[in-house]
């Protein structure tokens, strides 16, 4: 028996094929079955049903002509293998696939889900790779982490993700270092701290004994707007802040376009496209071993 990858689906969906049958789902009486049957080029995997059992092959041909004899090998068993049914499930999508295997809590290896329109695809052993998205609030939600999961909402060629939000929260950051007043790069909503707070962003007219949470480039700007840096400055930049070790993805307004690596983590610039943040996770993941799966056969 052929063993599968951890984290593995059919790439596309399309082919794998659904077959109910009155067969044993054995090995022995499925290859029997299936040899020398005739199977679409396309299909790689099939899908056999008898009653609440089942069980997947993986099949093989020359896949020369639109239908070829095939060779079969048992890859699932009954006991390895559950169905579920959740047409809320986009089963091209491999992050999807995993959070909905798990959620089902239900004890298997190989997970069949029959999702949106009512394709069905497996995923094997899921187990999502932990990305940390290290992320300044307010405001709330964070947008580089909603980006992320956008892009993994979506992007067919990542593995299971699972995202780790970890917010730099600027109310407590300044708090650490209680001041008579607060400046901020940005206007953002619910910053109170019971002081004034003024924003970099709206240019006041004249500078003030005001402690400015920001990061180097807020300091290059108060500098240019008033002649000098401020009298006190507290960094809120991601890349500054104790972080755990692991794969993280943040962003830093010195950078322009682009990315930039630094150890386990890829930075992102501040105003960064969903386009960005997607290859940042491409590589964050590429690099990343999958976590340990938490369901396993009975």
Known sequence: MRSLDAN????????VSVHETTLPLEPG???????????????????????????????????????????????APPEETVFIRDRSVDTANASAMARCALRSSQAARLYLIEGLYGHVN?????????????EVVPPQPPKLSEMARRVIDYDEDLPPVELVVEEIDL?????????EAYMFPCRSSGIELGAPV??????PDQARDWRLVGCRRSVEIHESLYGAPPRAFTDM????????PGPALLKCCQRERGLEHEDERVIVPWGATLEEVRAALHQLVGRAQPAQPTASAA
């Not at 930049?237 to 755990?244: D, F, G, I, L, T």
């Open 8 to 15: 593995e689906i059919a790439k596309p969906y399309r082919c």
């Open 29 to 75: 009486p499925l290859r029997e079955y299936l040899i020398g049957r005739p199977k679409y080029r396309r299909t790689q995997f099939i899908v056999m049903g008898r009653g609440a059992e089942w069980a997947m092959v993986q099949v093989s041909g020359k896949d020369t002509r639109l239908f070829e004899p095939i060779d079969a090998e048992l890859v």
């Open 122 to 134: 497996f995923i094997y052993d899921p187990a999502p790779i932990p990305v940390r998205v290290i």
């Open 171 to 179: 109310v407590a950051l300044a708090r650490r270092t209680p001041a």
């Open 198 to 203: 003024t924003f970099l962003d709206q240019g």
């Open 237 to 244: 930049c991601p890349r500054v802040q104790e972080v755990a």
